[in-house]
């Protein structure tokens, strides 16, 4: 694609509202989707969409064209981007009081005049969605905010990602939006990254903050510790008017797929959701015998 096209779309993103397609029509999608998949799974999560990573046939969907907020599944895109310009992992960046919250004034365990490297900056944005790494990786990005903002829309274009629009890096912005099938293409296109699939699946790092104080962090989706999953990528998201979100690439039943959950409305609901699809795929996989 030419690249005055590009950026002809990316601006169009930027001013445009993002619409919803229609009930009936996102109706029927779901109805053909799922349609001969006996005990589909009830899930909790508003909106959700599993696909064949192999050749993206759906497996389940559920409102996927929905225009929702997309929380820190955000960060998945701030990662290609910062991957894609090529800037040193082993740069040393302080995080300054320009990387706080002021959307919603959530707190952090990174304190101001931390120094980390870009490396593990972005290990901590996408494994434990600290939101200051996350700022900060904006903020140095060449150009600025803004710059890397620009990026992210022009990205979202070169993924086909109609539906979504992107205002910051953090996804602490109700204006980061999206829907489940825009998603299943970032994911995949995430999953290509070795540094996003080893990043988002760790289970812990511990950084040295200020005055030589270490800090503990973990993985933000409980499932990437557990034996019963065999996960490839993962990120979660939340800030209250997006609900609980998750997206996934998995190895369910032999079958690598790619599981995206969004708005769920408990706090271990979309854990629960990830468990139903996962114990629904595995009792219809041909290998299943019932007890």
Request: charged fraction near 25%.
């Amino acid at each position: 694609m030419a690249r005055w096209l590009v950026a002809v779309l990316v601006a169009l993103m930027a001013v445009a509202p993002v619409f919803a397609e229609s009930p009936e029509r996102t109706a029927r999608k779901v109805k053909s989707a799922v349609a001969g998949r006996d005990h589909a799974p009830e899930l909790k999560s508003s909106a959700a969409l599993v696909i064949d990573q192999t050749d993206g046939r759906p497996l389940f969907a559920k409102n996927i064209d929905n225009v929702v907020p997309i929380a820190s599944i955000t960060k998945l895109m701030n990662a290609m981007v910062v991957l894609d310009a090529g800037l040193p992992m082993d740069e040393r960046i302080a995080i300054s009081e320009a990387d706080k919250d002021t959307i919603k004034g959530t707190r952090s365990r990174l304190n101001i005049g931390t120094v980390l490297t870009r490396r593990e900056l972005l290990q901590l944005a996408l494994m434990a969605s600290e939101n200051r790494a996350a700022e900060a990786l904006s903020r140095v990005y060449p150009g600025g905010n803004r710059s890397f903002v620009a990026a992210m829309n022009q990205k979202a274009v070169e993924l086909g990602m109609w539906r979504t629009r992107f205002v910051d890096g953090t996804g602490l912005s109700s204006d980061n939006v999206s829907t489940a099938q825009d998603l299943t293409k970032m994911v995949a296109a995430a999953y290509k990254y070795p540094l996003i699939r080893d990043f988002s699946t760790d289970t812990g790092l511990i950084v040295q903050s200020t005055r030589g104080r270490s800090v503990n962090y973990h993985n933000s989706n409980r499932l990437v510790g557990s034996p019963q999953w065999d996960i490839g990528l993962s990120k979660t998201g939340y800030i209250s008017e997006a609900g609980r979100c998750l997206v996934m690439q998995a190895k369910i039943a032999n079958k690598p797929v790619i599981i995206v959950l969004l708005d769920s409305w408990g706090k271990m609901t979309r854990i629960g959701d990830a468990n139903r699809i996962k114990r629904w795929m595995e009792t219809r996989s041909p290998g299943h015998t019932a007890g």
